[in-house]
C-alpha cells in the first residue's frame, strides 16, 4: 500500500528501530504471562521474511512500516488479553480479515494465518487440535476476506470461517477421543459456539477499519465502494459539469480495471481511481477536447503557454478538490501521478512552431509525480490510449493494437514507468487487455443500428 506520492525507501535504521519495539513489547507480553515463546521465534521469522528476504510489495514506505508496528504491538496486546480466554476463542478470524483488508496481501495473510496456529498451539501447551482449527478458521477467513466488494461478504466470510474453525477441531478432537489420546472431551455444542462467536465477533473489524484507514491513511475495499458509487457528490458534480470527461473515465476505468485484474493488482482500486482521475477539469471544463461541443477551439486565441497552464492546471485542482471532499489519500494519487512528467505535446508542437529558436520541453511538462503503483501506471497507460482511440477514423483490430503497444513502449521507454513496480510481463498482459477491451468496445460502436428517425 503506497501511501506517498514522493518515493521514500525506508532506511536500515526505522527497520532495526521498529523491528526493536516489536519485540520489546511482545517479549514483555509473553514473558509477564510465561507463555511458550513459539509465536515469539515465529514472529522474528514473519518479521526477517518481510523485511529481509522477500522484501513484500506492500512494506516499502516508512508509513507502512509504521503500520506493521503498530499491528505488532497490537498483536502483543492482543495476545496478553486472549490469554484469558480457552485457545479455541482466540480471534483470530477477525485479527486475519483485519490484515487481509488492510495490507491487501493473501501472502502476509498467511503468515498471520501461521501466527494463530502457532499462538493457540503454545496457549493450551501444545495442544496442535487447537493450533491447526484456529490456522484453518484464520486462512479461509483470509481468502473469503481477500478483495471483498460489500461490507455484508466480511460478515459472511467471518461465520463461513467461523463453521470452518469448528470443523477442524471437531475432526481433530474426534479422531484423537477415538484414538484414546485425550481423556475428556469438550461438548461440541460449546465448541461450534464459541467458534460461530468467534466468526461472528469478526464483523467488529468493520466497525474499527475506518478508524486504521483514517489512521493510516490505507484505503481497503468496502471504502472503495462507497467511493466507487455514482451518486458520491464529487461524481454527481462531474456528471453536469463536465459529462465528456465523465464519459472518458468511464472508458478509462473499465481498461483499467481489466488491466489490473490480468496481472493480479488490485482491480476495484484502478477502477475507483479512474473515476476521479480528472475531476479537476470540472474547474474549466470546456478548455477540455472532450468536453468541447461542436467545433470551436477555445485554445485558438490563446497563447501555448497559457493554454498548457489551464491543462495543466487540472492536475492540482483535481487535488485540491478531492481533499476538499476528503476524498481517501490513496486515490488522490491517481489525480496526481496520471500525467506523470509527460509532455502536453499539442501545445508543446504549437510553441515550437511559434518560436522555433527557443527550447520548450521542461516547459510543458506536467509536474509529475510519476506513477508510484501498478495501479496508477495502469490508469495513466488507460487515459492516454482512451484519448488516442477516439481520434482513429477506422479502428481496426491491428490498428487498435498498434496504437496500445505505441502508447506503452512510449511511455516505458521516456522512463514514465520505472517506480510503478510493473514488470515487462506486466506490460505484455496490459497491452493485451487494453486491445482486448478497446476491440470489444469498437465492435459494440460499429454494430449497433442507428436509431430510425421517429
Ligand atoms: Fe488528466
Ligand atoms: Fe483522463
Do not use: W
Not at 510465561?34 to 506492500?58: C, G, N
Not at 493450533?131 to 461478504?153: D, H, M, N, P, Q
Not at 515550437?352 to 527550447?359: G, H, I, R
Not at 509525480?369 to 490508469?379: D, G, L, M, Y
Amino acid at each position: 500500500m503506497k501511501i506517498f506520492s514522493e518515493k521514500k525507501q525506508f532506511d536500515i535504521f526505522s527497520q532495526i528501530f521498529l523491528t526493536a519495539i516489536f519485540f520489546i513489547v511482545s517479549g514483555v507480553v509473553f514473558f509477564k504471562y510465561s507463555i511458550d515463546i513459539s509465536p515469539l521465534i515465529f514472529a522474528l521469522l514473519l518479521l526477517l521474511y518481510t523485511f529481509y528476504f522477500k522484501k513484500v510489495d506492500v512494506v516499502i514506505y516508512p508509513h507502512d512500516l509504521c503500520l506493521l508496528a503498530a499491528l505488532a504491538v497490537f498483536v502483543s496486546i492482543f495476545t496478553a488479553i486472549t490469554l484469558r480466554l480457552p485457545g479455541y476463542a482466540i480471534p483470530a478470524i477477525g485479527f486475519t480479515i483485519l490484515i487481509t483488508l488492510l495490507f491487501d496481501s493473501l501472502e502476509f495473510s498467511f503468515l498471520f494465518s501461521l501466527f494463530f496456529f502457532s499462538l493457540g498451539a503454545s496457549i493450551e501447551g501444545g495442544n496442535l487440535s487447537v493450533g491447526t482449527s484456529l490456522f484453518a478458521g484464520a486462512l479461509s477467513a483470509a481468502l473469503l476476506s481477500f478483495r471483498v466488494r460489500k461490507r455484508f461478504e466480511v460478515i459472511k466470510a467471518g461465520v463461513a470461517a467461523g463453521f470452518i474453525q469448528f470443523l477442524v477441531a471437531f475432526v481433530i478432537e474426534k479422531v484423537k477421543t477415538e484414538q484414546g489420546f485425550v481423556s475428556g472431551f469438550r461438548p461440541d455444542l460449546n465448541l461450534l459456539i464459541i467458534c460461530l462467536l468467534n466468526g461472528i465477533a469478526a464483523s467488529v473489524v468493520l466497525v474499527i477499519l475506518p478508524i486504521f484507514e483514517y489512521i493510516f491513511r490505507v484505503v481497503t475495499n468496502p471504502s472503495l465502494l462507497e467511493l466507487s458509487d455514482l451518486n458520491h457528490p464529487l461524481l454527481r458534480r462531474l456528471i453536469l459539469e463536465a459529462p465528456g470527461t465523465y464519459q472518458h473515465s468511464l472508458v478509462v476505468a473499465n481498461l483499467s480495471e481489466s488491466a489490473a485484474e490480468s496481472i493480479g493488482a488490485n482491480a476495484l482500486l484502478a477502477r475507483v481511481g479512474s473515476y476521479y482521475h480528472d475531476i479537476g477539469k470540472m474547474i474549466k471544463p470546456n478548455y477540455f477536447v472532450e468536453n468541447i461541443i461542436g467545433f470551436k477551439d477555445i485554445h485558438k486565441d490563446l497563447k501555448p503557454s497559457m493554454s498548457k497552464l489551464i491543462i495543466t492546471n487540472h492536475v492540482k485542482d483535481g487535488v485540491d478538490l478531492a481533499k476538499k471532499y476528503r476524498i481517501n489519500p490513496r486515490i488522490i494519487d491517481f489525480i496526481s501521478e496520471h500525467h506523470g512528467k509527460t509532455l502536453v505535446y499539442f501545445f508543446y508542437q504549437r510553441a515550437k512552431e511559434l518560436e522555433p529558436q527557443v527550447q520548450h520541453e521542461e516547459e510543458y511538462r506536467y509536474g509529475g509525480p510519476k506513477p508510484q503503483s501498478k495501479e496508477t501506471a495502469i490508469v495513466s497507460l488507460a487515459d492516454t490510449i482512451e484519448a488516442l482511440s477516439r481520434t482513429v477514423d477506422e479502428p481496426t483490430p491491428s490498428r487498435i493494437e498498434e496504437i496500445v503497444r505505441e502508447v506503452v513502449r512510449k511511455r516505458f521507454m521516456e522512463g514514465e514507468l520505472d517506480e510503478s513496480n510493473l514488470t515487462l510481463k506486466d506490460l505484455e498482459k496490459i497491452t493485451q487487455k487494453f486491445t482486448h477491451v478497446l476491440n470489444a468496445l469498437f465492435h459494440t460502436r460499429i454494430n449497433y443500428p442507428k436509431d430510425e428517425p421517429r
